[in-house]
Structures are given as structure tokens and as C-alpha cells.
């Protein structure tokens, strides 16, 4: 049992969880408690929603191990599980399952939301993580905006299934108060954007970080392509580039006298970036990959938690 867990990463499953009930209950609810209008998928329908991007998520961790036994005995041999601690055909037997259970959830979660086709996007998102795992992961780039794109879909999808029966039962309210929703999937997509940049330089730095697996099994990726110089002004970039976003946003912030917000992502994001890029830059060997990894993995939490400060900022005064 314990190693089932570990193949399928409890603790990222937690934080995908995690994100999806923040972004529901600390960001969408009290945006729409602004408006006066309130959720109107039902707690059980949410947290079968949940349940469906986990379980699809879980099944991709389980099919990338499947796939990745040869790499991961050369980058990391001591987290190997396929072979060791779960059998192949047990974890080919669950990936089935999970992804086929999930990918209905996802259908059902959105038959209840009043758009059913928003099931494809469960659908969709389990056969990317396959062809990943497959071959997107060897392929130049593709791969890391595969991922990246499925870790930004991860907080959207609470807005995707919320929104459609909004409408519906708001329908004439919004009409006669001229009141527009964008608003709230504005905010979210901001916080989905910022999963997407994080997740892309994480995805940078494991590739540096796996060099001698990746070129073992033919992987063409950015720092086997391009190098190492060359794959640390990319994490640069990016990282300066996210830096500069959040900047607009803590502006616009700081106009409006949001303190708190500014205070926060100044200390809980901006210099942890900051700090992220000169272990970047310093790195020389596997294990300072892996640091810098951890590192960034902790800063793309504390974007999470930012939704805290604004259920705080939008309670009643």
C-alpha cells in the first residue's frame, strides 16, 4: 500500500485538491458573494469534480512511472516503485481503472453542471498524460507545455463547471443588472496563469536535473538540445517574466490600497523568485537542480495560498 502511494504521489494529489477547493471557496464564492449571487453546483457534485481531476492526475503519475522504469533507475533509483514495490501489470491494471472511473466522473460532474461536454476535457487530459508518458516527454518543448498547460487546467476547472449554472439560474438577474461574470474567471485565470509559468520552469529545471537518464533514452530535450547555459536564461527569462506580471497585478494592488495582497506576494512570491533564479544560476550538478526544483515547487504552493488573503480581503468590513 505504501508503495501505491508513493506511485501515484499522495502529496501532489493533496495539493491538486487543495487548490481546487481554495479556488471554489476562498476565490469564486466570495467573488460571487459580491455580486449577490452564490454557487450553484452542489458540494457533492464539486467534490466528485475533484475527485475526477485527481484520479485522472493519479493515473498519470501511475502510466509516467510505467513508462520512465529505465530513466528513473539512472536519475533517481532510489524512488523507483514499478518493479519493486508494485508490479507492472498491477500498475497498468490501475492506471485503467482510475483513469476510466475519473474520466466518467468527469462526464457525470459535467452532466450536473448543465454542460456535459465538459466531460471531454477529463477525456482529454487523460490522453495527453498517456501520449506524455509515451512520447510528448522525449519530444522537444512538447512535453513541458503539456504539463504545464495541465497544471494551469487544474484551478480553470473550477470556473469551467461553476459557471454554466450561474448563468442559467442568474440568467435574468445578470441581464437586468447589466453585471458581468468575466470578472471571476478573470481572477482565477490569473491564478492559473501563474501555475502555468511555475510549472513550465520547474519542467525546465527536472530536465537539467535528469540529463544523464533523459540522454540515455533518447530525450530531446531543452538542455540536451540546447545546453545548459542556454536552458538557464531560458528559466531566467521565464522567471523575470513572472515577476514582472505579478508586478502589474501588485500595482493595481497597491493602488487600490490592497496592502495586504502587495505585502504578500512581494515576500511570499516575488523574492522567493528572486532567490530561485540565483540558485539557478549557481547550480552545477544534479543535486542543485533538485534543489532549485523543491524550491519552486514551494513558491507555486504559496501562489495557492494567496487565496486565503483574498477570502480575507473580500469579507464584509
Given at each position: 500500500?505504501i508503495?501505491?502511494l508513493?506511485?501515484?504521489?499522495l502529496?501532489?494529489l ?8 481554495l479556488?471554489?471557496y476562498c ?16 458540494h457533492f ?7 475526477s ?5 493519479a ?8 513508462f ?12 523507483v ?15 485503467s481503472?482510475?483513469n476510466?472511473?475519473g474520466?466518467?466522473?468527469g462526464?457525470?460532474a459535467?452532466?450536473k ?11 482529454v487530459?487523460?490522453?495527453?498524460l498517456?501520449?506524455?508518458?509515451t ?8 512535453g ?13 476547472l ?10 442559467v439560474h442568474?440568467?435574468?438577474?445578470l441581464?437586468?443588472?447589466?453585471i458581468n461574470?468575466n ?6 485565470a490569473a491564478?492559473?496563469?501563474f501555475?502555468?509559468?511555475?510549472s513550465?520552469?520547474?519542467?525546465i ?16 530535450t531543452?538542455?540536451l538540445?540546447?545546453?545548459i ?11 523575470l517574466s ?5 508586478g ?8 487600490a490600497?490592497?496592502?495586504?495582497s ?15 533564479a540565483?540558485?539557478v ?5 544534479p ?13 507555486m ?17
Amino acid at each position: 500500500m505504501i508503495s501505491f502511494l508513493r506511485l501515484i504521489r499522495l502529496p501532489n494529489l493533496l495539493i491538486i485538491a487543495g487548490t481546487q477547493y481554495l479556488m471554489r471557496y476562498c476565490v469564486v464564492q466570495p467573488l460571487l458573494a459580491t455580486a449577490g449571487l452564490e454557487l450553484q453546483l452542489s458540494h457533492f457534485d464539486f467534490f466528485l469534480l475533484c475527485l475526477s481531476t485527481v484520479m485522472i492526475a493519479a493515473a498519470g503519475y501511475v502510466i509516467n512511472d510505467y513508462f520512465d522504469t529505465k530513466t528513473d533507475i539512472i536519475n533517481r533509483p532510489e524512488s523507483v516503485v514499478i518493479d519493486k514495490g508494485v508490479k507492472r501489470r498491477v500498475a497498468m491494471g490501475a492506471h485503467s481503472v482510475i483513469n476510466f472511473a475519473g474520466v466518467v466522473l468527469g462526464f457525470y460532474a459535467g452532466y450536473k453542471a448543465g454542460l456535459y461536454k465538459l466531460g471531454v476535457i477529463h477525456f482529454v487530459s487523460a490522453g495527453l498524460l498517456w501520449f506524455y508518458s509515451t512520447d510528448f516527454k522525449r519530444q522537444l518543448i512538447v512535453g513541458n507545455i503539456v504539463v504545464s498547460v495541465l497544471t494551469a487546467l487544474v484551478p480553470m476547472l473550477v470556473v469551467l463547471y461553476d459557471m454554466p449554472r450561474i448563468n442559467v439560474h442568474y440568467y435574468l438577474e445578470l441581464v437586468q443588472s447589466g453585471i458581468n461574470l468575466n470578472f471571476i474567471t478573470r481572477f482565477v485565470a490569473a491564478f492559473a496563469l501563474f501555475a502555468f509559468l511555475t510549472s513550465l520552469i520547474r519542467e525546465i529545471i527536472k530536465d537539467m536535473e535528469d540529463m544523464e537518464g533523459d540522454a540515455a533514452i533518447g530525450c530531446k530535450t531543452i538542455p540536451l538540445s540546447f545546453g545548459i547555459r542556454t536552458s538557464k536564461t531560458i528559466v531566467i527569462l521565464l522567471v523575470l517574466s513572472t515577476c514582472v506580471l505579478l508586478g502589474l497585478i501588485q500595482l493595481k494592488q497597491y493602488e487600490a490600497g490592497d496592502l495586504l495582497s502587495f505585502a504578500y506576494l512581494s515576500a511570499g512570491v516575488q523574492v522567493p523568485m528572486l532567490i530561485l533564479a540565483g540558485l539557478v544560476l549557481r547550480a552545477s550538478a544534479p543535486k542543485h537542480y533538485h534543489n532549485a526544483s523543491v524550491f519552486i515547487k514551494v513558491i507555486m504552493l504559496t501562489g495557492v495560498l494567496y487565496s486565503f488573503i483574498v477570502y480575507y480581503s473580500l469579507l464584509p468590513k
